[in-house]
């Protein structure tokens, strides 16, 4: 099993829609939790970052992160064609800047 | 502007011969990594660099290496490539105390 599971879609939306993006996870050492971006043959680019469990919320991206069932969640609102793109999470025990493990990514794709 | 580049950005090899790839940033970041992006498995760490004559091995070093001769750059070497190392590898750096990784594009490789 892995450490870290991610759907990896592909999910296809309307424009508009409310989109949301899952992981679960197994090591309970992990207390950095992020969300990167990638559109294709491109590098992934950091979205959003979270310390432990909670929300964080930047324009229309909200994270959540459930320690107790080891589980998080991004939430797209107002999706647009350019949020195209595959979505890794990812975490680690020691901080971002560290040894991070990736989810698989999940593709999505918002249609106009 | 600060980066960081890899290079070749594509390559094709044979079988059993050493490639290596180039990774090299201008961040000033002591932390430096390669991961592979492969369909169905996503990014795994292959080494990893905290400093200066620092290398560490990931979930899938092996037939890998690194050395961190400076702090720019991070090149992996393919000791004798095999068709199972035909992947997209990427390499990232990040800055003590950040949030999460800067990657490069990429570089294709496909060993025939």
């Known amino acids: 099993q892995k450490e870290v599971e991610q759907d990896p879609g592909p999910l296809s939306v309307p424009e508009g829609a409310i989109v949301s993006l899952n992981c679960t996870y197994s090591?309970?050492?992990?207390?950095?939790f992020m969300w990167y971006r990638q559109y294709s043959r491109k590098g992934p680019e950091l979205l959003m970052y979270?310390?432990?469990?909670g929300n964080k919320e930047d324009g229309r991206f909200t994270a959540q992160v459930d320690k107790s069932s080891k589980y998080i969640s991004l939430f797209i609102r107002d999706s647009q064609p350019s949020d195209s793109a595959t979505y890794l999470c990812?975490?680690?025990?020691?901080?971002?800047?560290?040894?991070?493990?990736f989810g698989i990514g999940t593709k999505l794709q918002v249609i106009p | 502007d600060a980066e960081i580049t890899q290079s070749p950005r594509h390559k094709i090899t044979e079988t059993g011969r050493q490639v290596t790839l180039a990774c090299h940033q201008t961040?000033?970041?002591?932390?430096m990594f390669w991961y592979r992006q492969d369909l169905g498995h996503g990014l795994r760490l292959i080494h990893y660099s905290y400093g200066v004559h620092d290398t560490n091995k990931g979930e899938v070093s092996d037939g890998y290496s690194v050395s961190r001769s400076n702090t720019e750059d991070l090149p992996l070497t393919l000791e004798s490539a095999a068709s199972s190392q035909t992947s997209v590898y990427f390499c990232?750096?990040?800055?003590?105390?950040?949030?999460?990784?800067?990657f490069g594009s990429g570089t294709r490789l496909t060993v025939v």
């Open positions: 979270t310390y432990s469990s």
């Open positions: 090591n309970s050492a992990f207390q950095y």
């Open positions: 990812a975490m680690s025990a020691a901080g971002g800047y560290q040894k991070v493990t």
């Open positions: 990232a750096s990040s800055g003590q105390g950040a949030y999460g990784y800067t």
């Open positions: 961040w000033n970041h002591n932390n």
